[in-house]
T-cell receptor, first 112, second 112 residues
């Protein structure tokens, strides 16, 4: 079945710099792609959703890139600030599965 | 207003005791999910439901039961709580399977 690998597991960047997180998936029929943010002690908050016909999506300092040829999904946070410190998860669905398949998470720390 | 709520927010239970975690959603979603998250790890799906009075097993259903008495409510039941079930439990809802999920704030369960 579908497998999702997320990296890096930990990421530390300075305030104002960019942070880059990657997920790779295995099922070429995967159609829906999501990024979530989890702040300490809180639930998961949906950041962005992307359908497979979109290669790039930008919203509020976040850029999601989808490379279907390489089966790679990425999240780029530009000009990171302390409020971006959290755990970020990717999730994908579609194809042979009807549930979300989750990445293992990236703990992002923004240093002053 | 929060669309997915969970109760209790935290609970301490004794080994062998019965625990019921409750979830309520006002999203008018058909799908509801229970996940567990262990410290420093991602999400694992326990049970889900796509219609009232019916539940389905997820990836790690052993030791858990679920109940969906109405579209809005979804419960997770631990008949005989064990130490290994200490974790944070998240409920989520979605309109369709595979679509973006919206999460509750989580329940921190400690089994002693």
């Amino acid at each position: 079945g579908e497998q999702v690998e997320q990296r890096p597991p930990h990421l530390s960047v300075r305030e104002g710099d960019s942070a880059f997180i990657i997920c790779t998936y295995t099922d070429s029929a995967t159609a829906y792609f999501y990024w979530y943010k989890q702040e300490p002690g809180a639930g998961l908050q949906l950041l962005m959703s992307v359908f497979s016909n979109v290669d790039r999506k930008e919203e509020q300092g976040l850029t999601v890139l989808l490379n279907k040829k390489d089966k790679r999904l990425s999240l780029n946070l530009t000009a990171a600030h302390p409020g971006d410190s959290a755990v970020y998860f990717c999730a994908v669905s579609g194809g042979s599965n009807y549930q979300l398949i989750w990445g293992s998470g990236t703990k992002l720390i923004i240093k002053p | 207003e929060a669309a997915v709520t969970q109760s209790p927010r935290s609970k301490v239970a004794v080994t062998g005791g019965k625990v019921t975690l409750s979830c309520h959603q006002t999203n008018n979603h058909d799908y509801m999910y229970w996940y567990r998250q262990d410290t420093g790890h991602g999400l694992r799906l326990i049970h889900y439901s796509y219609v009232a009075d019916s539940t389905e097993k997820g990836d790690i259903p052993d030791g858990y039961k679920a109940s969906r008495p109405s579209q809005e409510n979804f419960s997770l039941i631990l008949e005989l709580a064990s130490l290994s079930q200490t974790a944070v439990y998240f409920c989520a809802s979605s309109g369709l399977g595979g679509q973006e999920q919206y999460f509750g704030p989580g329940t921190r369960l400690t089994v002693l």
